[in-house]
């Protein structure tokens, strides 16, 4: 084996490993209810025996395979979680319109779960008015930061958790106005609730 072919097989192997940690995570992720990526990475790497592996799969490459998973082996069951969760989303969405709600995360991307959260972004100067909002209606919520890079910089802004009767939860991100208009967002990162109705048909 000469100098040159030696780092192509290198390169090939770590290739097949990170497709097969890439698969192995997105099963573990659609059998076991597991939503947080860097989790199903270690597990995953740590059932190959490749727990020291440097050259883990990104979420990216997870939810390729995880879209894939479902579509081969939950094409009967995933559609119909999906869309509970899909009309969930909506509900909420036009329960906050006020705040130009986008929905984001797995539950726009088609990989969520049974066990997977709702993701909505809002939007409004006042820091107080979603918290306002939920106790005029004696909707039940946890308070808490969401850490955000805008503008170059990072910052905290506020965020509550809402849990329905269906017991998902759904985070809110209260960010300011001015990044409503930002033109970062895209069609299939960040839906509102137009794009989302589009989506239920």
Same mark, same amino acid.
């Given at each position: 084996?000469?100098?040159?072919?030696?780092?192509?097989?290198?390169v090939?192997?770590?290739?097949?490993?990170?497709?097969?940690? &890439?698969?192995?995570?997105?099963k #573990?992720m !659609? $059998?076991?209810?597991?939503?947080?990526h860097?989790?199903?990475?270690r597990?995953? =790497?740590?059932q190959?025996?490749?727990?020291d592996?440097?050259h883990?799969?990104?979420n990216?490459e997870?939810?390729?395979?995880l879209?894939?998973f479902?579509?081969?082996?939950?094409?009967?069951?995933?559609?119909g979680v999906?869309r509970?969760l899909?009309?969930? &989303?909506l509900?909420?969405?036009r #329960?906050l !319109? $006020?705040?130009?709600?986008?929905?984001t995360?797995?539950?726009?991307?088609g990989? =969520?779960?049974?066990?997977s959260?709702?993701?909505?972004?809002l939007f409004s100067?006042?820091?107080?008015?979603?918290?306002?909002?939920?106790l005029k209606?004696?909707?039940?919520?946890?308070?808490?930061?969401?850490?955000?890079?805008?503008?170059g910089?990072?910052?905290?802004v506020?965020?509550?958790? #809402?849990?329905? $009767?269906?017991?998902?939860q759904t985070?809110l991100?209260?960010l300011?106005?001015? =990044?409503?208009f930002?033109?970062?967002?895209?069609?299939?990162?960040?839906?509102?609730i137009a794009a989302?109705?589009?989506?239920?048909?």
């Amino acid at each position: 084996m000469t100098k040159e072919q030696a780092p192509r097989s290198q390169v090939f192997r770590r290739d097949l490993m990170r497709e097969q940690l &890439a698969h192995r995570a997105a099963k #573990l992720m !659609a $059998e076991d209810g597991i939503t947080d990526h860097a989790y199903a990475k270690r597990k995953a =790497a740590k059932q190959l025996g490749a727990s020291d592996t440097h050259h883990l799969p990104s979420n990216e490459e997870i939810d390729v395979a995880l879209r894939s998973f479902r579509h081969l082996f939950q094409h009967e069951t995933h559609p119909g979680v999906l869309r509970q969760l899909r009309e969930e &989303a909506l509900a909420t969405m036009r #329960l906050l !319109a $006020e705040f130009h709600p986008y929905l984001t995360g797995s539950v726009l991307s088609g990989t =969520a779960g049974s066990q997977s959260d709702i993701n909505l972004m809002l939007f409004s100067d006042d820091e107080k008015a979603v918290l306002l909002f939920l106790l005029k209606r004696d909707i039940a919520f946890k308070d808490g930061e969401w850490k955000i890079c805008f503008g170059g910089r990072e910052d905290t802004v506020p965020s509550y958790t #809402l849990t329905g $009767e269906s017991g998902v939860q759904t985070h809110l991100v209260l960010l300011p106005e001015n =990044a409503r208009f930002n033109g970062s967002r895209k069609p299939e990162t960040h839906a509102d609730i137009a794009a989302v109705e589009v989506l239920l048909g």
